[in-house]
T-cell receptor, first 117, second 111 residues
């Protein structure tokens, strides 16, 4: 159980265009979803935290107008990279949590590889 | 959020037990200790979580001393497929608690 999916798994876009990445909790309702970015050979960097029906909370240094997060339902959160540039090329990973258990585990998606040309 | 410190890399051989120690001197009362495993181009995978003493599951054991300022992940009899990056995280015990990833430990298992 507790499966998180992401779509697409990889995407190539041209500089200046926008790209939307979906994160879905397949078999549970996610109270909170998180978005991370990971550059090659580096650790995951938390970008933002989102709760269903409310605005996302962005980490310091992350531009909220560039990385639009929408958490419209308890099973879906989307990250839109607006006006993408080559420096936005990265591995984007989402995770989700839910209540009702004694552990506080984040379930991670498989990641989305974004390449901006 | 408590900062964690782990060795950058470790080498081991198949069949050996591997222990990875993580320091978290500023751990707070409400913080849990969680370990994740990540393979290249994949999302992290939960390994084990604990608050104090010892926790064991089917893949690993987690040892936490009384002062909770460090923890040790123990992987019994590793195989080549255990080659991965292992992250130690410390975070508040809530479903909205965010996790801050440190550098992780790259474990290389050799035949």
């Amino acid at each position: 159980g507790a499966v998180v999916s992401q779509h697409p798994s990889r995407v190539i876009c041209k500089s200046g265009t926008s790209v939307k990445i979906e994160c879905r909790s397949l078999d549970f309702q996610a109270t909170t979803m998180f978005w991370y970015r990971q550059f090659p050979k580096q650790s995951l960097m938390l970008m933002a935290t989102s709760n269903e029906g409310s605005k996302a909370t962005y980490e310091q240094g992350v531009e909220k107008d560039k990385f639009l997060i929408n958490h419209a339902s308890l099973t879906l959160s989307t990250l839109t990279v607006t006006s993408a540039h080559p420096e936005d090329s990265s591995f984007y990973i989402c995770s989700a949590t839910y209540g009702g258990t004694s552990s506080y585990e984040q379930y991670f998606g498989p990641g989305t590889r974004l390449t901006v040309t | 959020l408590a900062k964690t410190t782990q060795p950058i890399s470790m080498d081991s051989y198949e069949g050996q037990e591997v222990n990875i120690t993580c320091s978290h001197n500023n751990i707070a009362t409400n913080d849990y200790i969680t370990w994740y495993q990540q393979f290249p181009s994949q999302g992290p995978r939960f390994i084990i979580q604990g608050y104090k003493t010892k926790v064991t599951n089917e893949v690993a054991s987690l040892f936490i001393p009384a002062d909770r300022k460090s923890s040790t992940l123990s992987l019994p009899r590793v195989s080549l497929s255990d080659t991965a990056v292992y992250y130690c995280l410390v975070g508040e015990a809530s479903n909205t608690g965010k996790l801050i990833f440190g550098q992780g430990t790259t474990l290389q298992v050799k035949p």
